[in-house]
């Protein structure tokens, strides 16, 4: 956020950047703070829009989901859940930064 950028646009991204790395469970700390810091400024606001629902998820069926221990629901199988997992498997694991 460069300071040119939409004052509110710039709060949201803000907010929705501590809800990612404040989640209660540790791993999706790591995962989703870390995707947020590198990525939320680039979304759309429709993204964020999508990206604020997948937040929402409880931690234990978002981790699931993310590692592929359970199936994602269509509702949640987005644009923006493929590039948290891509990210995440790129990254390599999070939680040994």
Do not use: C
Not at 44 to 49: F, I, K, P, R, Y
Not at 60 to 83: C, D, K, M, Q
């Amino acid at each position: 956020m460069d300071g040119d950028g939409d004052p509110e646009r710039d709060i949201r991204v803000r907010k929705l950047k501590f809800r990612s790395w404040h989640r209660g469970m540790k791993e999706m700390d790591l995962i989703l703070g870390h995707f947020a810091d590198s990525s939320l400024e680039s979304l759309s606001d429709s993204e964020l829009d999508t990206y604020e629902e997948l937040i929402g998820v409880e931690d234990t069926a978002l981790y699931n989901w993310l590692t592929g221990r359970e199936n994602v629901p269509p509702e949640h199988n987005t644009t923006i859940f493929s590039r948290i997992r891509t990210f995440n498997h790129m990254k390599g694991p999070l939680w040994h930064q």
